[in-house]
Structure formats: C-alpha cells, structure tokens
C-alpha cells in the first residue's frame, strides 16, 4: 500500500554511495490502520484448516526459494552484506 503522505527518502548502497531507491515515510495512523489489519488477518489465519495454512506456508516458501538470488541482491545492496552471507 502506497503511503499517504506521498514523502520519500533515499537509500543509498553503502560499498558505492550509490542511491537505490526512495522509500516512502509514512505517518502513526497509517501504521495503526496496517497493524489494525494484521491483527485481523492473523486471527482469520487461526481459523483455517491446518491443511490450508500448511498450503500457503507452501507457497510463501516456494516463492522464497525461486526469489533468493533476488532478495540476497537486494540485501547486500541496501546493507553491504557479502552477498554469500546474504544467501544465508
């Protein structure tokens, strides 16, 4: 969900001084209303056949492998991590 605010700030690759991005800044009430919904969604997870959550925890891991090289990049560019420690 895209901010409100519409504010931005740089991130910046730490090995390069490189900016990589302009993440969005957010205010109190936004994050209440995105935790006011979580706590929704986890109390309907509850409530789900265990066949199902096991399922979807499938399928978010599924998703994390095919994406690890992606999310190791993405790490050891916004933090410096040796990209093998990132795999990790």
């Known amino acids: ?8 700030f ?3 690759n730490p ?3 490189e900016k990589i ?3 969005q800044t957010t205010s ?6 995105c935790v006011k919904k979580a706590r929704s969604a986890f109390s309907l997870w509850g409530s789900l056949p265990v066949e199902k959550r096991a399922y979807y925890l499938k399928k978010v891991y599924d998703l994390i492998i095919e994406k690890r090289k ?3 990049e993405v790490i050891t560019t916004n933090n410096g991590k040796p990209l093998a420690e ?3």
Do not use: C, H, M, Q
């Open 1 to 8: 969900v895209d901010a409100k605010s519409g504010r931005t």
């Open 10 to 12: 740089p991130t910046y």
């Open 15 to 17: 090995a390069t001084e």
């Open 21 to 23: 991005a302009e993440i």
């Open 28 to 33: 109190s009430e936004e994050i209440k209303s």
């Open 70 to 72: 992606e999310i190791a």
């Open 86 to 88: 990132a795999f990790l």
